[in-house]
Each structure stands twice: as structure tokens, then as C-alpha cells.
């Protein structure tokens, strides 16, 4: 999702974009959605109508979307909510990142390549760059969200936290129907007002959505031209590079300790060489491709280690998170077929790696087949998949801290 520089990534759910939310079951609260005073609600929004975040919107306009608009209590546990477990790296990319999305990915890619190479044209962004968005922000068109922005948005401009913020989102969800770029039907998304094919926010939409397919109207739900030339334009604005990579991933040298690491602390290209650092895809020496780039450790200094250039920091200002950044920049490397391995060269620093959307399906149909009542197999690891794992994690003296991984679905594999 992309959020403006006052982040509402910052809030509960960090950076988690809604095909991963969907994935990891943490797209619906756990605790009771809280009473809300309807009448206080009405007054809260009339009152709304002469601040100046609202000036822009006319009266009829703003008369016409909110009589009888209903508050959306369910919208306020998500707000306050802390998922339930941190996620590591290694189960993040390998939900966002799997054979399922890149086979999606690299059909859409084909049917889309005209179009992307337009876009290229004009904004400079390589098509893969683009689908990798694309892909991790909906799977493709997949995920769009189902929330009614005008719902969400006017709920938590009146209560909750960071009203003042929310309250300038619902303005420009009402500028945006004001336009007739897109009519209210099709304003749904996340619960925090993200939405569209790469889930923009209202303000992103505002400044950054572009009419490409030439229909008068900047739509990027159902015109996926749209969507993708406005996901260009704004990686062209956030300091895009043409025909420079996002970065790659490196071999370092047994038993070296960085002096300097992170995104931010760039060196040049000819520094990381002296340092004996190399390509970890046959060890070769290190491309020139990028003016500087930053040691990347995101599971530290036994796991994936990566320079990262200018590109990915465009990523990383889509969405503030690094490991969100690297999914999108695995996906697009992926995608147009410049490597088949789904994962890296090195492994990660962990005995029990994540799962794939197709396994976690697996393994809730194995604990399905064990008498757990979980539903159906869909692959959403939720509450009542936790509970079940605790059940089978206990019962084989595993660890029963409720997540999906490789050695439960191996035990339970074995044991079918």
C-alpha cells in the first residue's frame, strides 16, 4: 500500500500489503468491534464539511456521499491491533514470493508487455519493476479489498486515533468521486483507505494517478493501464533510475564483518569489491551497474546478503518496509524470467522455513483430515489454524508458538 510520508504503515499492521494480510489470516480482527454512538458519528461528519481539509468539496458533493452514510466499527481493532506474531523474513517472502504469483506474474507480464513497454517509454520504470508492485500489492488484480473506502475512512475520521489524518484521506476519497475518476462501487480496498490494482491512498491517488489508457479519467481499478502507468510514475517521482537494477545478491567472505551495513549507508561499487564481496550466483565479480549501493542483511550476517541501490529505495518508499522492498524485487527479477529459483542462493538462518500459499492449503488439509475444524483449505493461516497448529505442535513436542512452517507440515506429511 502506498502511504504519504506521515506513514499509517507506522500504525498496527506495518507494512503488510493485502495479498500477505489475506495470506497470514490477519485481515480480520480478533477482538470485538467497539459500540458507535450513530447520532455523535452524524454530528462528527457535519461538522467535518467546513474544515479545511474539505474545502475542495463541494457541498453537493459532500451531501450526496455522506447522507446516510453507516460507520464501519469493525474498521477500529485493526487500527489499535498488533498481529499476533512477528513474521520473519523467511515466512513473509515465501507467502509473497512463490511459484503460484510468479507463474500469475509471467502470464500477466505477456499479456501486458505492449502496454508496459509504453509505460517504459514515458516514465523511464522497467516493466518488471512495475509487475513486481503489482504483483505483491494485489497478486495481479486478484486482492482488490473489500471495504468501502467512503465506510472506513468517515468511521475513523470521528473515531479512534489519527483523525486528523484520516480526515484528509475521506476529503480526497470525496475529491476523487467529485472528478468521476472512479464512482464510489468501486472505492473499496484495505481498511485504511488503500485501494486499486496497486493500492494507492486517496492523497497518492491525487497527486500521482495518471489517465494512460486516454478514456478521460484516471481509473486505476478496473483500467489496469492506468494502475500500472500511475505505479510508474510514482517510482519516476520517488528518484527512479532507468536501466540501473534494484541490486543483487552478494557471497561475503567467510567471516566478515561488515564495518558499514544497511540500505542507507552506501558505499561505491569499487569499496564492496575491496571488501572481497562478490555475486553469490557463481561467486563473479561485481557489475558496475550501480553508482553506489548498501549491504542489506535482512536476516544478518548468516543468511541472504544483497547491495541495494537508488531502486530500491524506490521500492522501500512505496511501502516502509525493507522486506516488503526485497519481495518486490525478487518478484520482478522473477517475473520476466531472468532467474527460474523461487528463494536465494543462500539459505536463511532458520531450521523451519516458511511456506508457500500451495502448502499452507497442504497443511490445513492435513490438520482438516485430523479432526481440526479450521474451515476450509484456503490457504489463510487464521486464528483457528493457529489454534490447531498449537494442537499438533504440542501433541508432536514441537514448539507451540501456532505458526506454519516446513517441520509441521514434514510431520504431518509423514504421519498422514
Known amino acids: 500500500m502506498k502511504y504519504p510520508f506521515s506513514r499509517i504503515s507506522r500504525l498496527a499492521l506495518r507494512s503488510l500489503p493485502l495479498t500477505l494480510l489475506a495470506a497470514a489470516g490477519l485481515a480480520q480482527a480478533q477482538e470485538a468491534a467497539p459500540q458507535i454512538n450513530e447520532a455523535a458519528f452524524r454530528s462528527c461528519l457535519a461538522n467535518l464539511q467546513g474544515t479545511p481539509a474539505f474545502r475542495q468539496v463541494s457541498a453537493a458533493t459532500f451531501a450526496r456521499y455522506t447522507d446516510g452514510l453507516q460507520p464501519d466499527p469493525s474498521v477500529l481493532p485493526l487500527l489499535n491491533r498488533q498481529p499476533e506474531f512477528s513474521m520473519p523474513v523467511w515466512d513473509y517472502l515465501a507467502v509473497l514470493v512463490d511459484q503460484e504469483r510468479v507463474a500469475?506474474?509471467?502470464?500477466?507480464?505477456?499479456?501486458?508487455?505492449?502496454?508496459?513497454?509504453?509505460?517504459?517509454?514515458?516514465?523511464?520504470?522497467?516493466?518488471?519493476?512495475?509487475?513486481?508492485?503489482?504483483?505483491?500489492?494485489?497478486?495481479?488484480?486478484q486482492n482488490l479489498g473489500g471495504r468501502p473506502l467512503l465506510n472506513s475512512l468517515a468511521t475513523l475520521s470521528c473515531e479512534g486515533r489519527?483523525?486528523?489524518?484520516?480526515?484528509?484521506?475521506?476529503?480526497?476519497?470525496?475529491?476523487?468521486?467529485q472528478s468521476g475518476d472512479v464512482?464510489?462501487?468501486?472505492?473499496?480496498?484495505?481498511?485504511?483507505?488503500a485501494f486499486g490494482q496497486t493500492q494507492f491512498m486517496p492523497s497518492t491517488f491525487l497527486s500521482t494517478a495518471v489517465d494512460f489508457d486516454g478514456d478521460g479519467r484516471r481509473d486505476i481499478v478496473d483500467s489496469v493501464p492506468d494502475a500500472l502507468a500511475s505505479t510508474a510514475n510514482f517510482l519516476r517521482k520517488a528518484g527512479y533510475r532507468s536501466n540501473e537494477p534494484w541490486g543483487y545478491e552478494v557471497r561475503l567472505p567467510d567471516g566478515y564483518t561488515p564495518a558499514v551495513s544497511g540500505r542507507r549507508n552506501k558505499r561505491g561499487l569499487d569499496y564492496w569489491a575491496s571488501q572481497g564481496l562478490r555475486l553469490a550466483d557463481g561467486g563473479g565479480a561485481l557489475p558496475r551497474t550501480m553508482a553506489s549501493a548498501g549491504l542489506l542483511l535482512p536476516a544478518g550476517r548468516n543468511g541472504p546478503a544483497f547491495l541495494v541501490g537508488k531502486n530500491f529505495d524506490t521500492l522501500?518508499?512505496?511501502?516502509?518496509?525493507?522486506?516488503?522492498?526485497?519481495?518486490?524485487?525478487?518478484?520482478?527479477?522473477?517475473?520476466?524470467?531472468?532467474?527460474?529459483?523461487?528463494?536465494f542462493i543462500q539459505a536463511w538462518p532458520t531450521d523451519d522455513p516458511g511456506l508457500s500459499r500451495?502448502?499452507?492449503?497442504?497443511?490445513?488439509?492435513?490438520?482438516l483430515a485430523r479432526g481440526h475444524a479450521i474451515g476450509t483449505a484456503d490457504g489463510m493461516i487464521g486464528a483457528k489454524t493457529r489454534e490447531a497448529i498449537r494442537a499438533e505442535q504440542s501433541r508432536l513436542g514441537m514448539n507451540g508458538n501456532g505458526r506454519a512452517g516446513q517441520r509441521l507440515l514434514q510431520a504431518l506429511r509423514q504421519q498422514r
Do not use: C, H
Request: glycine letters at 8%.
Open 316 to 343: 522501500y518508499s512505496y511501502n516502509a518496509s525493507e522486506n516488503y522492498a526485497l519481495a518486490i524485487a525478487q518478484l520482478s527479477t522473477l517475473v520476466d524470467g531472468q532467474r527460474n529459483r523461487v528463494g
Open 162 to 177: 489519527r483523525q486528523a489524518y484520516f480526515r484528509t484521506e475521506f476529503a480526497n476519497t470525496l475529491r476523487i468521486l
Open 183 to 193: 464512482p464510489a462501487d468501486k472505492l473499496t480496498g484495505s481498511w485504511a483507505g
Open 104 to 141: 500469475d506474474g509471467r502470464a500477466a507480464y505477456r499479456k501486458w508487455l505492449p502496454t508496459l513497454r509504453q509505460i517504459q517509454q514515458r516514465y523511464g520504470v522497467e516493466p518488471a519493476m512495475v509487475m513486481g508492485v503489482w504483483g505483491v500489492e494485489s497478486n495481479f488484480g
Open 358 to 367: 500451495a502448502e499452507n492449503r497442504e497443511l490445513q488439509t492435513l490438520l
